[in-house]
């Protein structure tokens, strides 16, 4: 689900051929994305976001605001050219179609699972779901290849891209060969985020697709 999730969240910036200046570590890469996991707590963007398709061509444009706080949560709001909400809440992913008056809800886990996304609120062990393929320097940013060990995640790999210690871009690519670039703007790490973004309340009127979970609490 994660490629209007990631097309509600996938990504080129031509992914760079591999014959760019290979950085010959791998653990300098592990090391750039284990540090983006461990010492981002919170972090708010601008993005803009392109959908390219097998050929080329590019299907759609789309950006909006990129808000994470770890543990486990992130909200991705398109604004252009339409108005899309993509939170999870620890518990729950809600996916909010603002024109349709719709939203889907899931289990973040199970919606998640084998995902990029994990890299958005996840902790260091969402490390172990993915293999490193390199690193390599173009265009002034550090960028680490990985794909993922699952074979039922729904793409086939990612590339991430660093301007020294910060989250520049982001590349997906899908098992449909559809490429998603992500380009982040404006962003502002470790800095207070309200809780209140990452919940989602239902508005009235709004037609709800799915059964969220809830937490079970024992009574004595």
Same mark, same amino acid.
């Given at each position: 689900m994660l490629i209007r999730t990631i097309a509600a969240l996938t990504i080129l910036t031509g992914i760079a051929p591999l014959a760019v200046a290979e950085t010959s570590s791998l653990h300098a890469g592990r090391a750039l994305v284990s540090e983006f996991i461990t010492g981002v707590s919170t972090l708010s963007s601008r993005f803009e976001q392109t959908l390219i398709d097998a050929s080329g061509e590019v299907l759609e444009v789309t950006s909006g605001t990129l808000e994470i706080k770890r543990p486990g949560q992130f909200r991705w709001a398109y604004d252009e050219p339409y108005e899309q909400w993509l939170i999870a809440d620890g518990l729950n992913l809600w996916i909010y179609d603002v024109d349709l008056a719709q939203v889907t809800v899931k289990p973040q886990a199970q919606a998640l699972a084998n995902t990029p996304a994990l890299l958005l609120g996840g902790s260091a062990s969402v490390l172990d779901q993915f293999e490193y393929d390199g690193s390599y320097?173009?265009?002034?940013? %550090?960028?680490?290849?990985?794909?993922?060990?699952? %074979?039922?995640?729904?793409?086939?790999?990612?590339?991430?891209?660093f301007s020294g210690r910060m989250l520049a871009r982001m590349v997906f690519i899908d098992n449909l060969e559809q490429t998603t670039l992500v380009s982040l703007s404006d962003a502002v790490i470790n800095e207070e985020i309200d809780s209140a973004h990452f919940e989602f309340i239902v508005p009235e009127g709004v037609d709800v697709v799915g059964t969220p979970a809830v937490v079970e609490i024992d009574v004595p």
């Open positions: 320097e173009d265009g002034g940013l %550090t960028w680490v290849r990985m794909s993922p060990i699952s %074979t039922d995640s729904g793409f086939k790999r990612m590339e991430l891209a």
